[in-house]
């Protein structure tokens, strides 16, 4: 019964502050691009030296150790399709060039976004697209983002798990002495504490910053685009997490994670 999606912007503008993370109805904004197949863009990307290359596999930790990039380079495709991988890449803009597999993506998606965000009285710091993509039966383990973050689901099938009451197993001292790696998934934490969405082609899930969550692939290789916000703010206001985040920042210089500053070009 905690399962939500936000019907409209109205809806959204509710729910985003937290503290669960919900679904996005289609209705609200549709991107209009199309991608290559799956096995292309693993090829490209994991040719790219920008590229995270890590195991995949399901742990209680977030995995930070990458794995040999040349080693995953040589395998033949029909190899990598068939083996749990985490591929990762933060700087797309890359990509979005003539020839390539994001060529025209900063227009048609980002700044669609963008576009739409601004015309509902959301300013933000940063916001830039990363990929994930997942081999068969891979997983990101359980940590938290600094982030808001877009979950934009388009190939394969991915279960993307929060949990139902995340203060309750993050609470604010977590929150603000958080490091990734280091945060485990409690052992209590039972199917009824969580709270996952299965995440098809075309779906969308906003994920609320530093709240605890972990994503499982299907049966297949899986891609999702996840859009990062940072310092957003709708009508001039901070969500709680963001806001006292900041806060300790404030009050305590150096202490708590470093402010991420990226963009996209």
Same mark, same amino acid.
């Given at each position: 019964?905690?399962? &939500?999606?936000?019907?409209?912007?109205?809806?959204?503008?509710?729910?985003?502050?937290?503290?669960?993370?919900?679904?996005?109805?289609?209705?609200?904004?549709?991107?209009?691009?199309?991608?290559?197949?799956?096995?292309?863009?693993?090829?490209?990307?994991?040719?790219?030296?920008?590229?995270?290359?890590?195991?995949?596999?399901? &742990?209680?930790?977030?995995?930070?150790?990458?794995?040999?990039?040349?080693?995953?380079?040589?395998?033949? @495709?029909?190899?990598? @399709?068939?083996? %749990?991988?985490?591929?990762?890449?933060?700087?797309?803009?890359?990509?979005?060039? %003539?020839? #390539?597999?994001?060529?025209?993506?900063?227009?048609? $998606?980002?700044?669609?976004?963008?576009?739409? +965000?601004?015309?509902?009285?959301?300013?933000?710091?940063?916001?830039?697209?990363?990929?994930?993509?997942?081999?068969?039966?891979?997983?990101?383990?359980?940590?938290?983002?600094?982030?808001? =973050?877009?979950?934009?689901? $388009?190939?394969?099938?991915?279960?993307?798990?929060?949990? =139902?009451?995340?203060? *309750?197993?993050?609470?604010?001292? =977590?929150?603000?002495?958080?490091?990734?790696?280091?945060?485990? #998934?409690?052992?209590? $934490?039972?199917?009824?504490?969580?709270?996952?969405?299965?995440?098809?082609?075309?779906?969308?899930?906003?994920? =609320?910053?530093?709240?605890?969550?972990?994503?499982?692939?299907?049966?297949?290789?899986? @891609?999702?685009?996840?859009?990062? *916000?940072?310092?957003?703010? +709708?009508?001039?206001?901070?969500?709680?997490?963001?806001?006292? +985040?900041?806060?300790?920042?404030? &009050? #305590?210089?150096?202490?708590?994670?470093?402010?991420? $500053? #990226?963009?996209?070009?």
């Amino acid at each position: 019964m905690m399962h &939500a999606t936000a019907k409209d912007w109205t809806d959204l503008g509710t729910r985003w502050v937290g503290p669960r993370n919900f679904r996005i109805a289609p209705s609200m904004i549709d991107f209009d691009f199309t991608f290559a197949p799956i096995d292309q863009i693993i090829d490209e990307m994991r040719h790219d030296e920008e590229a995270s290359i890590k195991s995949g596999l399901k &742990a209680t930790k977030l995995e930070l150790a990458t794995q040999s990039t040349a080693n995953f380079q040589q395998l033949p @495709m029909e190899q990598v @399709m068939e083996r %749990p991988f985490a591929l990762a890449h933060f700087n797309l803009a890359r990509f979005d060039a %003539p020839g #390539k597999f994001l060529h025209g993506f900063g227009d048609r $998606v980002l700044q669609r976004w963008q576009d739409t +965000l601004a015309a509902q009285g959301f300013t933000w710091e940063r916001c830039y697209p990363i990929i994930f993509i997942s081999g068969k039966g891979s997983a990101t383990n359980y940590h938290m983002d600094f982030s808001h =973050v877009l979950a934009w689901q $388009v190939f394969g099938t991915k279960r993307f798990c929060g949990l =139902v009451d995340p203060d *309750h197993w993050a609470d604010s001292s =977590v929150r603000n002495t958080y490091i990734p790696g280091e945060l485990a #998934k409690p052992t209590d $934490v039972r199917e009824e504490d969580s709270l996952c969405y299965d995440m098809r082609p075309g779906d969308k899930l906003w994920n =609320v910053l530093l709240t605890p969550h972990w994503v499982e692939a299907g049966d297949e290789p899986a @891609m999702s685009i996840n859009i990062s *916000h940072g310092a957003l703010r +709708l009508n001039g206001q901070l969500s709680p997490n963001e806001s006292e +985040l900041e806060a300790l920042r404030a &009050a #305590k210089p150096g202490q708590g994670p470093t402010r991420l $500053v #990226k963009s996209y070009r």
